[in-house]
């Protein structure tokens, strides 16, 4: 469980400030921009639906882990890019319900699986 638990935040902190520091400095002019629209769009909700679905899982223990890893996004994108850009808690308002979504369907589906193997 703890080890689980773990993953999750190494990954997070993988993505949520490791790549956004790979893309400010090794990445220059209009690829910068490609590569941060890729992470924007494609990574980072990608990321949270899957996060959302593994703590949908186990929500008692991991219900925490979409709202860090809002988190971790405004501060990997204050960290490396800009500070005064407010656009940035839409996109972390947008991925923490992408994830809280993911996460109460998936237990949801869990709950209905659990009770339809009990009824048998």
């Known amino acids: ?3 689980s638990v773990s993953i999750w935040v190494i990954a997070t902190l993988v993505i949520m400030l490791l790549l956004p520091w790979l893309a400010a400095t ?5 690829a910068g921009m490609a ?3 890729l992470l ?7 990321y ?10 186990n929500m008692k223990s991991m219900w925490w882990q979409p709202l860090l890893s809002s988190c971790m996004f ?15 808690f839409i996109y972390a308002g947008i991925y923490l319900a992408l ?3 993911a ?9 209905l699986r659990y009770n339809n193997k009990v009824k048998c």
């Open 1 to 3: 469980m703890k080890k």
């Open 26 to 30: 090794f990445v220059k002019s209009d």
């Open 35 to 37: 590569v941060c629209l």
């Open 40 to 46: 924007f769009y494609v990574v980072n909700p990608i």
């Open 48 to 57: 949270f639906i899957v996060l959302g679905i593994a703590s949908g899982k």
């Open 74 to 88: 405004l501060a990997g994108i204050w960290l490396f890019f800009t500070v005064e850009e407010t656009a940035f």
């Open 99 to 101: 994830g809280g979504i």
């Open 103 to 111: 996460m109460l369907i998936s237990s949801l589906i869990g709950q």
